[in-house]
């Protein structure tokens, strides 16, 4: 018997649902808060899949009377009033993750932290294609799990990066393999405590037995202390110590200890990412294969050959001499310190955008010497400045727009100088998203 399920976002998430579940046979009502949206554009881009409609505006109790199932986007907090009238009624509320998960087949490989998800998600999916003839690489990273699900098959692998907001409605997802990286500070305006962010975060281990694997950070003390709790077999990796079990570094080498043996695996000098951060990204995407039972030379071939994802510590070009790197993906300040701490040399810096409620000092006291020049932009530019000068850091200009911030770096740099763009807030103000704020920054530094 098919049912009646509610879609809440018209968004890119809540469209990929919306063609899954019709495709599965249910009805579709695609509800969204925004009463201006025009109706008839959103219809016309199912008209043909199956039974479909759209609900705009304020949601009352009789417009749920039929209602089975909610999926909600990621991006619509759990405290929008309409959430509420679900409630109410005592319909179930799904993430987009869950649907896809109730749907898919195959192995699952899902990846979470606050910083990382993505780097570590796009080399792991490369290292699985390496070895696996189907694989799908999902969720946060752009792809919504929704869209490639119903492709999926009893042989394939799939790897999904997943976000703190999808998390926050799942019921039975339960990867076969799941990664944590770490936790730090973000998020804060939609999950209000750190507590609650810590939770939501472990969360994606809660329906996992023994029979599966939690990677997990060993130099983040929350996790470190999560590994001991959870029913899945904690594996660890570390950047800072030397594990007798798991994945660390020894000098420049990545290696795995197990069982009382040491193995040899890749030389962070043979590696294309720049930083320690990125080094443990490296680990936690060797560790998760290993479980996948990758063999460790096609490990070993994939991570060689893996570079940047683009917006995360992205070379774009020289110019006069000058290197500009390319960090839009930097949304938060932990974020931001791993790229400063990236940075070879002397570095100016274009930070600034909506304010999440992060703290920046901490942010501000990496700086250590190597930033020059911080150049912002966006809501949160006055509240970073003043930051900055109760840090005694006081080398700050403002810019209007990005194409602004780009020239006024270009003045300012040296020879052999560094000019990253690495804003420790979202983009959402001043950029529909990251990766537009990004775009926007490579096009300026090319038009030097």
């Known amino acids: 018997m098919s049912q009646k399920i509610l879609v809440a976002g018209s968004g890119k998430s809540g469209i990929a649902a919306s063609r899954l579940i019709l495709k599965t046979g249910d009805e579709v009502i695609l509800y969204d808060s925004n009463d201006a949206l025009n109706k008839d554009e959103l219809s016309e881009q199912f008209k043909e899949e199956g039974t479909f409609s759209v609900l705009l505006g304020e949601l009352k ?14 991006g619509i907090p759990l405290d929008a009033p ?5 409630r109410d009624g005592d319909i179930p509320i799904w993430s987009e993750i869950q649907l896809a998960y109730h749907h898919a087949k195959g192995k699952l490989f899902a990846i979470t932290g606050t910083n990382g998800k993505t780097t570590t998600t796009a080399l792991t999916g490369e290292i699985m294609k390496a070895f696996y003839a189907e694989v799908f690489v999902v969720g946060n990273i752009g792809i919504p799990y929704t869209e490639e699900a119903l492709k999926t098959t009893t042989d394939s692998v799939t790897v999904a990066e997943i976000s703190s907001f999808q998390l926050e409605t799942i019921t039975d997802f339960k990867p076969e393999v799941s990664a944590i990286l770490n936790i730090t500070p973000d998020h804060l305006n939609r999950h209000k405590t750190m507590d609650c962010y810590i939770k939501i975060k472990e969360s994606i281990t809660k329906n996992q037995g023994d029979q599966e694997v939690c990677v997990l950070n060993y130099d983040d003390p929350v996790l470190r202390e999560f590994g001991n709790s959870i029913k899945a077999k ?3 990796f570390s950047s800072r110590v030397v594990l007798d079990e798991g994945y660390c570094l020894d000098g420049d080498m990545i290696i795995r200890n197990h069982n009382g043996e040491r193995y040899e695996i890749v030389s962070v000098k043979e590696l294309k990412l720049l930083g320690r951060h990125n080094h443990e990204n490296v680990m936690a995407a060797i560790a998760i294969a290993v479980e996948a039972l990758v063999p460790i030379e096609v490990i070993r071939n994939a991570v060689c050959e893996f570079k940047a994802v683009e917006h995360r510590i992205e070379f774009v ?6 290197k500009y790197y390319n960090d839009s993906k930097g949304t938060n300040p932990d974020a931001a310190i791993q790229a400063v701490k990236a940075m070879p040399g002397s570095t100016i810096l274009i930070a600034g955008g909506y304010d999440k409620n992060s703290e920046y000092d901490e942010w501000i006291r990496s700086f250590d010497g190597k930033v020059r020049y911080m150049v912002l932009l966006g809501q949160t530019r ?9 840090q005694g850091f006081t080398n700050v200009m403002y810019a209007e727009d990005m194409q602004e911030a ?12 560094y000019v990253l763009l690495s804003p420790a807030c979202a983009s959402w103000g001043m950029f529909k998203c990251y990766e537009e704020r990004g775009d ?8 030097l």
């Open 61 to 74: 109790k009789e417009d749920i009377k039929d209602i089975d199932l909610c999926v909600i986007s990621p």
């Open 82 to 86: 309409f959430v509420s009238v679900l």
């Open 234 to 236: 904690a594996v660890f």
């Open 317 to 322: 070009a020289e110019k006069s001499g000058v």
């Open 382 to 390: 006055e509240k970073i400045a003043e930051c900055a000068a109760r």
């Open 406 to 417: 780009v020239r006024v770096c270009a003045s300012y740099a040296n020879i052999g100088d």
């Open 440 to 447: 926007i920054f490579k096009e300026c530094v090319r038009n």
